[in-house]
């Protein structure tokens, strides 16, 4: 059984077109994220969403929009893609530990989606 | 400087050997500390998280150092498996609830 799951795994598209990436997780986790790795392997938070409320958006142009209908999904989507949004993303997941303060522990992966924009 | 900070290496070193990656990270207040290790065109995966006092799993051990605000990560006995970019992350300020990854510092064992 996969805990966190991205699809497509794969996505090449042309400049200018609008595409979407879906994760699902099926851990019970209240907390989910999304990440970017670059060329250099640099990986970066988007977005992070807790309970279906976002609760950290960096600085990442509104081009790009995330969605969570409901705490076990995180959707992005993005619009008139770039080729500079050519990179590998991460969904990830984890369970909040509010009595204890600690927040963004162990988080578990999706396999994580290769866009290419042409 | 950067927020965490590694040596992105690589290290080539033979099977059997002991090898050690260090980390810094700029918030002295930062409370989670963790290793993940990350394989070729793969997800990052949890290798450890890193305690106070230091901890070990099998052949590997972390370190945690707050005065100088940096961890380690040693792997004694290197296998061939142990091969990949091993990612430092740091939470740096509970409030932001986020992590914040290091570049990864990779690693080449060698028969």
């Known amino acids: 059984d996969t805990a966190v799951s991205q699809t497509p795994k794969y996505l090449v598209t042309q400049m200018g077109n609008d595409k979407s990436i879906k994760c699902e997780q099926n851990?019970?986790?209240?907390?989910m994220y999304w990440y970017k790795q670059d060329s250099k392997k640099f990986l970066k938070i988007m977005f992070s969403?807790?309970?279906?409320?976002?609760?950290i958006n960096e600085t990442v142009p509104n081009r790009f929009s995330p969605k969570s209908p409901d705490k076990a999904h995180l959707n992005l989507h993005i619009n008139s893609l770039e080729l500079g949004d050519s990179a590998v993303y991460f969904c990830?997941?984890?369970?909040?530990?509010?009595?204890?303060?600690?927040?963004?522990?162990?988080?578990?992966f999706g396999p994580g989606t290769r866009l290419t924009v042409l | 400087r950067k927020e965490v900070e590694q040596d992105p290496g690589p290290f080539n070193v033979p099977e059997g050997a002991t090898v050690a990656f260090n980390c810094t990270y700029s918030?002295?207040?930062?409370?989670?500390f963790f290793w993940y290790r990350q394989d070729c065109r793969k997800e990052p995966k949890l290798l450890m998280s890193?305690?106070?006092s230091g901890n070990e799993d099998g052949r590997f051990t972390a370190q945690l150092n707050r005065a100088s605000q940096y961890i380690s990560l040693l792997i004694r006995d290197s296998k061939l498996s142990d091969s990949a970019t091993y990612l430092c992350?740091?939470?740096?300020?509970?409030?932001?609830?986020?992590?914040?990854f290091g570049s990864g510092t990779r690693l080449q064992v060698q028969p």
């Open positions: 990830a997941s984890s369970q909040d530990r509010l009595t204890s303060g600690r927040f963004g522990d162990t988080q578990y």
């Open positions: 851990l019970g986790h209240d907390t």
């Open positions: 969403y807790n309970n279906k409320e976002l609760i």
């Open positions: 918030n002295s207040a930062s409370q989670s």
């Open positions: 890193v305690y106070s």
């Open positions: 992350v740091v939470n740096l300020d509970t409030g932001r609830r986020a992590l914040t």
